[in-house]
Each structure stands twice: as C-alpha cells, then as structure tokens.
C-alpha cells in the first residue's frame, strides 16, 4: 500500500516561512517524480513545483518561482518544500504526489499517488 503523509503545515505570519515534508511508503521511492500541489477554497488544486527522480531537475510554477524550493532525499523516502517569504495568497492545502515517470510533470493527472494534504494558513 503506497502512502505518502505530508506535514509542516500550520499558521505563519506573511514573511515568514514553512518548511513542508512529504514521507512516502510502500513504493521504490527513487523510481517516482514527485511533486507539490495546492488547493485554496473555492479553487482548482494547482501545481506548486516538482522535482525529478535524482533531484537534478526541478520546475515551479510562476507564483512561487524564487520563494519555493523543492528538494528530496531518497535514503530517507522524502520530498521537501521549503517557502520563504510567504503571501496570504499561499494559503491552501498542501498535497504531496508521486508519478511513476522520468520527466517531471505539471498535471495533476499524471500523478499515480497523493498524500492527504497539510494545511498552510499565512496571515497578513
């Protein structure tokens, strides 16, 4: 059974930071892309950013571009985002996702596999 549990989510002021982890299990977790979506009320989930099997490559989408870093570490089966200088637009649930890929997608359809998500709430 793949699970993937997300956590270090909370309430931080705007400016502040967050760092997001994502545990996976019951999968070859080196084989899988993974990735970072969100989802605000009322809106569509939304790509955040996401990292390729080793690490060497990575995408983010346009709104978190140079505040977001997505990193992973395969010996320990986990996916990191680190947020610095958060918006109260970054409020949402988080969602960690893995895709049995090389290339590294955007779509939240390609994705094989998702956490339950953690919530991020930054106040202005």
């Known amino acids: 059974q793949v699970l993937l549990v997300e956590s270090g989510g909370g309430l931080v002021q705007a400016g502040g930071s967050l760092r997001l982890s994502c545990a996976a299990s019951?999968?070859?977790?080196?084989?899988?892309?993974m990735g970072w979506f969100r989802q605000a009320p009322g809106k569509e989930r939304e790509f955040v950013a996401a990292?390729?099997?080793?690490?060497?490559?990575?995408a983010y989408a346009d709104s978190v571009k140079g505040r977001f870093t997505i990193s992973r570490d395969n010996a320990k089966n986990t996916v990191y985002l680190q947020m610095y200088s958060l918006k109260p637009e970054d409020t949402a649930v988080y969602y960690c996702a893995a895709n049995r890929a090389v290339r590294i997608e955007v779509v939240s359809t390609a994705y094989n596999y998702w956490g339950q998500g953690t919530q991020v709430t930054v106040s202005s």
């Open positions: 990292i390729n099997w080793s690490g060497g490559s990575t």
């Open positions: 019951g999968l070859t977790f080196s084989f899988y892309a």
